[in-house]
């Protein structure tokens, strides 16, 4: 099992930049696929991007290719999620996963989720 623990949410215009981290505990993190989802208010939890438990595969949702990156350190036991040019419709609260290393990047399996991190951009 796995502990997740999300921060650098906060407050941005629009047209700024976060930089999301989410810190891993217990298990060997390299032992996972990680992967970033977020939830707006009033909509269902949506898959933002995913990598792969080396790093040498990601994979993006449509409303964050090209302005997201995901990316980890598995010497930290961390994965981050650099956003940039942040739009309004970007506000939402953004969970970390973690999920099987066998499985295919694009088909991410989230299996153990952080307790979120708010990001508000405002317009």
């Known amino acids: 099992q796995v502990q997740l623990v999300e921060s650098g949410g906060g407050l941005v215009q629009a047209g700024g930049s976060l930089r999301l981290s989410c810190a891993a505990s217990?298990?060997?993190?390299?032992?996972?696929?990680m992967g970033w989802f977020r939830q707006a208010p009033g909509k269902e939890r949506e898959f933002v991007a995913a990598?792969?438990?080396?790093?040498?595969?990601?994979y993006y949702a449509a409303s964050g290719k090209g302005r997201f990156t995901i990316s980890r350190d598995n010497a930290k036991n961390t994965v981050y999620l650099q956003m940039s040019s942040l739009k309004p419709e970007d506000t939402a609260v953004y969970y970390c996963?973690?999920?099987?290393?066998?499985?295919?990047?694009?088909?991410?399996?989230?299996?153990?989720w952080g307790q979120g991190t708010q990001v508000t951009v405002s317009s």
């Open positions: 990598i792969s438990w080396s790093g040498g595969a990601t």
């Open positions: 996963a973690a999920g099987p290393r066998g499985i295919p990047t694009p088909r991410f399996r989230a299996d153990y």
């Open positions: 217990g298990r060997s993190f390299s032992d996972y696929a």
